[in-house]
């Protein structure tokens, strides 16, 4: 979808009177008309009474309410006439059409998707956006629905985001789903935007609420988290272990503690692994003999 290929309104500043004095006026010519209607008995009077009752009456159809981060978008015969944004009780001729348009900050949830990933893995996948209208105009007169237009566009864009990145493997550098979870959560706020635009909405935050495998597949990928792990504690004790044993052999020659062959050293040292290595206790072996 591009902006250019849709015909934008724009929002603009509408006419409209102050609500509370021409209240007052038109009860108080309501009352007046009422009271010589009653009162004078001459024909003119009666009809100059009755008609300042209907002027009066058909004026009251003309104002209406803003509240607070509102607005009402104005149309006169289909044709958009502008947006009034002053609060409280406002005055427009009656036959000017009037739309409310909430402009507060919105929160939504959006469903769980269940989407293939970039390595082809089935996800779930869900997103938490906060977003406003930004334009009266192009929300009310460019899209059919604002809001069930946002949730789609919500959904389109983490499609497209799942289908552009692995889940949590990947090549040395790319982004993931779940590692890089600031970077994702951006480029998602950035993509809702442009989508959104062309409705006068826009995102201030956008968040992934839920991420996880799909059932058919989250036991094979525990397994292989599993197996990660274990894979890296093991590195992590093989590098350690050979510290030590590089350290002892060091200090044993430096110290002048014993003479060891090549032989002998090689022994220690696989020894040493072993105790250092191993998942259990290592059971100790008393030499009471000679070690040649």
């Given at each position: ?164 990145y692995a889940y949590d493997h990947s090549e040395e550098g790319e982004l993931t ?116």
């Amino acid at each position: 979808m591009t902006n250019e290929n849709i015909s934008q309104s724009k929002e603009r500043k509408a006419t409209s009177l102050p609500g509370i004095p021409l209240f007052l006026i038109f009860v108080i010519a309501i009352i007046f008309s009422i009271f010589t209607f009653i009162t004078k008995g001459d024909e003119t009077f009666a009809i100059l009474g009755a008609v300042l009752i209907g002027l009066g009456s058909f004026g009251m159809a003309g104002f209406y309410s803003v509240q607070p981060n509102q607005a009402v978008a104005t149309t006169l015969f289909g044709a958009y006439r502008g947006t009034d944004r002053n609060e409280g009780l406002r005055w427009v001729w009656p036959w000017i059409g009037r739309k409310k348009i909430s402009m507060r900050v919105r929160n939504v949830t959006s469903d769980k998707l269940k989407v293939n990933d970039k390595d082809g893995n089935p996800i779930e996948i869900a997103a938490n956006v906060v977003w406003r209208v930004k334009d009266s105009a192009q929300a009310l007169f460019d899209v059919d629905n604002y809001e069930s237009f946002c949730l789609i566009e919500i959904d389109t864009a983490l499609r497209d985001i799942t289908a552009h990145y692995a889940y949590d493997h990947s090549e040395e550098g790319e982004l993931t789903l779940r590692g890089h979870a600031e970077e994702v959560a951006a480029l998602l706020g950035e993509r809702l935007n442009a989508r959104l635009s062309v409705g006068g909405m826009m995102v201030d935050e956008a968040r992934i609420s839920h991420l996880a495998y799909s059932a058919e597949i989250a036991g094979a990928m525990l397994k292989r988290q599993q197996a990660q792990a274990v894979i890296s504690a093991r590195q992590l004790i093989v590098a350690g272990a050979v510290g030590m044993v590089e350290m002892a052999l060091h200090q044993l020659s430096e110290r002048d503690v014993v003479h060891l062959d090549e032989e002998r050293k090689a022994q220690m040292v696989a020894n040493l692994l072993v105790v250092l290595c191993s998942d259990k206790d290592a059971q100790p072996v008393l030499n009471t003999g000679s070690i040649y």
